[in-house]
Nanobody, 125 residues
Framework: EVHLMESGGGLVQVGGSLRLSCAAS????????IGWFRQAPGKEREGVSAIEIKEGQTYYADSAKGRFTISSDSAENTVFLQMNNLKPEDSAVYYC??????????????????WGQGPQVTVSS
């Protein structure tokens, strides 16, 4: 069983940047596919990005393309989400999640087996 701990959330102004970290314990993060999701008040949880670490394949929601970058560091047992040019609509609680094997649709929560607690990201205008 893997435990996930996110960090790096906070308050940032429009156009600013944040880097979220998802640190794994109890298992090697390379054994999983990792996704980042977010949930704003009154909205459903939505997929932001995902990485199949062993295959080196990354995925992005349209809203994240060109602004967010997902990466992994096996030595640190951590996956990162670099978020640039942040917008007010990016404000949400961000969660990382681990999947044994992503099926069709990396953005579907049903494929993920373990979840972190989620840091708040707030983008002020």
């Amino acid at each position: 069983e893997v435990h996930l701990m996110e960090s790096g959330g906070g308050l940032v102004q429009v156009g600013g940047s944040l880097r979220l970290s998802c640190a794994a314990s109890g298992s090697a993060i390379d054994d999983y596919d990792i996704g980042w999701f977010r949930q704003a008040p009154g909205k459903e949880r939505e997929g932001v990005s995902a990485i199949e670490i062993k295959e080196g394949q990354t995925y992005y929601a349209d809203s994240a393309k060109g602004r967010f970058t997902i990466s992994s560091d096996s030595a640190e047992n951590t996956v990162f989400l670099q978020m640039n040019n942040l917008k007010p609509e990016d404000s949400a609680v961000y969660y990382c999640a681990a999947s044994f094997d992503l099926g069709a649709g990396w953005y579907r929560t049903i494929w993920y087996d373990y979840w972190g607690q989620g840091p708040q990201v707030t983008v002020s205008s």
